[in-house]
């Protein structure tokens, strides 16, 4: 184990970097690292904060130019740490920048950067973020997202929180597999983020549990977007259970669009969406194309406990509560929810599993 802080022998993540090896646990003290960058190539290695809050202040620093950590090792785990501030010559400044290997990040925050976090295009790589924070990462252009996933094997999203986004997305994904289970996508009161989720060439994504909210003063009127940018692969899912979808944008807001064009704009694409609510524009699910749409609902605001305070757990009495029906399963993956997402970035299980439509299962009085 090596221990990093102030009062310790190693003092930089820098430092520790240089002398970790392959499965060592390096535990960093709760302060503030300024300028203190880092490339990790290691395997089996975990990197997390003890006694409080790390804060990676970039103050003009950064890893090869792209990120506070650049990693591509094998395995690496990442906890507790808050990313904050990286600006660099490409527009591109990440909190992490992701290049190779498996990376889990938990409990971590993303903010005031040009990018949230940032992946490559290996593969075979993978990334699992549980319970993190991405929001207020900008750049002047506007061509930035809160978490942008390039073309890796698989990306698995829970218990996060995405908000504010600014002009970009809240969350682009070009992998080939997206598992995006219980989070909150919501670009709240000022953000301007355009789709709130995009997949822009496809693949297969599975999305269960999210409360996803257009703010007002989006710039775009879609909320999740698949196939935008062409059809990569042969193979293209779309999976939408148990989500609240709200639209507060005033006019010609949309809740899903599939791509349907000629050439590398068209593909057969599977679409299942079942379970899920729709608030604020009179759009239907079923106008992204043929599939399987079974106990979506249409809902006024007043279904919910206090929409105007973006609270969207459903009334107790509310004409819809316990109306789901069994969401059956997605080549082997259960679709009914085990876990719902609490307010900031946490997870509960279900007791006795899911009884309503829509992303929270716990109901309320205003």
Known sequence: MLQVGPQREIK?????????????????????????????????????????????????????????????????????????GTRVPSRNGAGIRFEAGQLTVRDCRFVDNEMGLLTGNDPKAELVVERSEFAHNKRLDGHNHQLYVGTIGKLTVRGSYFHHGHIGHLLKSRAAVNHIFYNRLTDEM????????????????????????????????????????????????????????????????????????????????????????????????EAAGPGEYVNNFHVDWDVFVRAAREDYRLAAGAAVAGKAVDPGAFEGLPLAPTHEYVHPRSLAALNGGARHPGALQATGAP
Request: net charge neutral.
């Open 12 to 84: 930089t993540l820098a430092e520790a970097a240089k002398r970790a090896r392959d499965g060592d646990t390096i535990e960093v003290d709760a302060g503030e690292y300024r300028r203190d960058v880092a490339v990790w190539t290691q395997n089996d290695l975990t990197i997390r904060a003890v006694g409080g809050r790390v804060r990676m202040i970039a103050v003009g620093g950064s890893a090869e130019g792209k990120a506070i950590f650049v990693v591509r090792g094998g395995r690496v785990v990442i906890e507790g740490l808050d990313f904050e």
């Open 190 to 285: 000022g953000g301007t983020a355009s789709y709130e989720l995009e997949f822009p060439n496809g693949g297969v994504a599975v999305l269960v549990g999210n409360l996803i909210q257009q703010s007002s003063t989006s710039e775009n009127g879609i909320m999740i977007s698949f196939g935008a940018e062409g059809f990569e692969g042969s193979v293209h899912k779309l999976v939408l259970a148990h989500n609240t979808l709200v639209d507060n944008r005033p006019k010609e807001g949309v809740f899903l669009r599939v791509m349907r064009g000629e050439g590398r704009y068209t593909a057969p694409v599977t679409i299942k969406a079942v379970n899920n609510l729709l608030v604020g524009n009179p759009g239907k699910l």
